[in-house]
Every structure is written in C-alpha cells, then in structure tokens.
C-alpha cells in the first residue's frame, strides 16, 4: 500500500440515482427521465471527493464477494482511490442504493444494507497499520459505534487528524469518540441528536458547535438546513450561508464537504479559508444527480468567486 494523506472509513454501495418528474401514487407508474448507476455509499463518495481534490487516499468499508463488487472496486481504483484496504466478506452481497429524485430536488433513498456491509471492530483491527500511516483518518458514523471507536482510537493514539462526519449516537461511545476528533462535521438532525435541539438557524448552529467543540473536537461544523454552516474553533466563529447555485440533488453535499475540509486541514489552511473550501465543494455538488461529487479546483473556484467576502 502506497503512503496515504487520507484513510476513509465508511460505506461502499451501488448507487442507482433515477429521475422522475414526480413519485407515482400507490398502484401507478412514472416514466424515468435519466438513470445513473455509480459506485456509492458514503465513504466511498467520500473517498472519490478527496482523489478528485489531489490527496492520496484508501478507503475502508465492507463489499460482498459478488460481481457487483469487483465492479465497485474496479471504479473506485479507476478514480485513484486505494481498496486495499476493502474487506470482501464473503457470502454477503453488495449493498444497493436507490436515490429516486423527482424534479424539485426533493430525494427519496431505498438502501439494502445487509448487515454484514458494516464494518467490525475486527476489521478495523485488522487494518490498524492503515490507520497508522495516513495522515488523516475520516471516520463515517454510520458505521457500528464499536468500529467507528476503534478506528477513532487507533488513529488518535497515532497522531492523526481524526475526522468524524455524523452524530455519535451511541451514548455509551460518544464521549470518548468526540474527545479522540479533531473535527467533527454534524449536518442538523445529527447535531441534535447530540445537543438535543436541531438548529434552525445561524445562533443555534453556531450554539450547538461551541457545545460540540467542548467535548473535544478542535474545529466543529453544524449545518442549519437550507441556509449553511456554521464554524466554531477555539479562538474564532463564523457562518456561511448556502451559494445561489441552482440545485438539483443535495444528496452529495455533505460528502464533497467533508472531503474538501479534510485536504484543506492537510494543506495547512486557516480554519476559516478551510471552511470558505468545504462549503464551496458542497456547492460544486448540488447542480448534478446522486451523491458521487465531481470537484475540480476549477468548480471549487467558481463557488469561492459567489460567496461573500466578509
């Protein structure tokens, strides 16, 4: 295995994005008007994102021992990503996800996730010289609260930039996991399952990342849906609202983000420029269908150029 800036550890899926006009009743049906089949799930939306922005990356989740994932992991080396980590886990088929998206951007997902798609703490273990070398480690939370613990552990004991992207859910986990991140990235629903209150706007956002960031994380991004993001570090603040581009799928938004914020934390960039990148990644998301980002520098700085300065 090459050297690695990032080891991603989260979900690897078939991803079918179909576009509707509108979701048909019970008992009717709908033309599809465009039909996109992608390698998917979380980490490895996320894994893609940080290739696509230049950083070396692997990737650590569960595929089947079926044709379906061979494809996967085909595409995913063909977008530089590093599977040697993957664990084929044998008698178990790949998961499948099903993004139906109508024409106003409102998204629907149907998943088969067999269970033994999800990481163990075993085979976390069983990659812990991965987790060592990287230099940072982005840990998706919609793994099981043992294995997410464990590659949090095992990459802070290293030094690594721990990233954490979701709500640690588990209360007997969360307390150790937040102390082991240096970032934490909460979209709404999951920063209120930690602090108990959704935000709804940039006060409580902001709010809720001083009460994140307590617990351990050195830099916290809580989202307020449908308006941006809040960035709470020691010695600063700030919100940033969502840019005018024109969306079309969100689902892919929070993965580009968390992938753009990881490489600019590498390249040593000042929180806030960091957090000024991973909203503009997010941006650079919303205009094309299903969750798989296509970031360039380029889109990057076209979504830079719409954001206001101040």
């Known amino acids: ?46 894994a893609v994102g940080v290739a696509q922005l230049g950083a070396r990356v692997g990737l650590l989740g569960v595929v089947g021992d079926d044709e379906v994932g061979d494809r996967l992991l085909a595409q995913a080396r063909d ?9 084929r886990r044998s008698g178990t088929r790949t998961g499948l996800i099903v993004d139906l998206l109508d024409a106003r951007g409102h998204w629907r997902y149907l998943e088969d996730l067999p269970e033994a798609t999800l ?36 990459a802070h004991a290293a030094g690594r930039l721990v990233v954490l992207d979701g709500a640690p859910a588990d209360p007997a986990s969360a307390g150790e996991l937040l102390a082991a991140a240096d970032v934490l990235r909460a979209d709404a629903r ?8 959704i935000p709804r706007d940039p006060d409580a956002a902001l709010a809720a990342g001083r009460a994140l960031r307590r617990r351990g994380p050195g830099l916290v991004a809580v989202e307020v849906a449908g308006a941006g993001n809040a960035f709470v570090w020691p010695d600063g603040e700030l919100f940033l609202p969502l840019s005018d581009t024109p969306t079309v799928d969100t689902t892919g938004a929070g993965d580009a983000f968390v ?44 979504q830079l150029d719409r954001m206001p300065v101040g």
């Open 259 to 302: 992938a753009a914020l990881t490489v600019a934390l590498l390249d040593g960039e000042p929180r806030e420029q960091a957090a000024r990148y991973a909203v503009a990644a997010a941006g650079a998301t919303v205009g094309h269908p299903g969750g798989r980002p296509s970031l360039t520098r380029a889109a990057i700085e076209e």
């Open 190 to 197: 999951e920063a209120g399952i930690v602090t108990g209150e």
């Open 119 to 154: 990481l163990t703490a075993a085979d976390v273990a069983d990659a812990e010289a991965a987790l060592r070398a990287a230099r940072a480690v982005l840990v998706q939370l919609q793994q099981p609260a043992e294995a997410a613990l464990r590659a949090a552990r095992t």
């Open 79 to 87: 977008d530089g990503v590093d599977v040697g980590p993957v664990v």
């Open 1 to 46: 295995m090459v050297d690695l800036d990032v080891l991603v550890i989260g979900q690897v899926a078939r991803d079918l994005v179909l576009l509707v006009d509108d979701v048909p009743e019970a008992g009717d049906s709908a033309p599809v008007r465009r039909r996109r089949e992608l390698l998917g799930g979380k980490g490895a939306n996320q």
